[in-house]
């Protein structure tokens, strides 16, 4: 199972990036915003940065929902890094896109995806990743977790070469669900990530060892 971080803040992709277990970055623009990069230049260069620091696979959302806007910007994006992989909405102009980006050779990756019905339409389209949002999913009492499980299913049967990536994770159970039922790809916030480490038997049977080797020299 590839292991990517969700956020566009530079810090949390460095330390992430330290570890060597860090396969892409997915941002979106609510992840830009919050970091306070405003303006097309000043977007592209953030880009830039993320595609050098994690050297992976960088997920750049397109904001036009209309297909031209849609493959202009897709265009734009991918130019900026080879890393680069565009994400494009959920939408019926996406899914044209996605199958127009595929023959052009630019890598995407599906976003706001919610339904199995969504994802075999991104899939037929020939987006390299689907994105289900499986927090977003568990908010309106739906099962997030049980979504993954079905297109798993769905996609190894009929060999979609789509990689199913599991976005929108809240907790390190998530991640574990998502690798049980077959996620090709797991993307979560930097918060989820660092609570990955913490186990309290852990702790304690560190600092047991610790106070051992001490007391006896
Ligand atoms: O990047 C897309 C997705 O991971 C968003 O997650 O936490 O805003 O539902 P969240």
Redesign the pocket.
Known sequence: MKFFI?TANIGQIERAADFGILDGV?T?P??MAKEGIRGDDAVHAHYRKICELADADVSAEVIGTDFRDMMREAETLAALDPRIVVKIPMLPDGVRALHALREKGIRTNC?LVFSAAQALLAAKAGADYI?P?I??FDDIAEQGVELIRRLTWIFDHYSFDSEILA????SPLHVVQCAEVGADVV?C?YAVFEAMFRHPLTDAGLEKFLRDYHTSH
């Open positions: 969700d997915t979106n609510s992840l976003t994105s949002f927090g977003r976005a929108s994770i809240r993307t916030p």
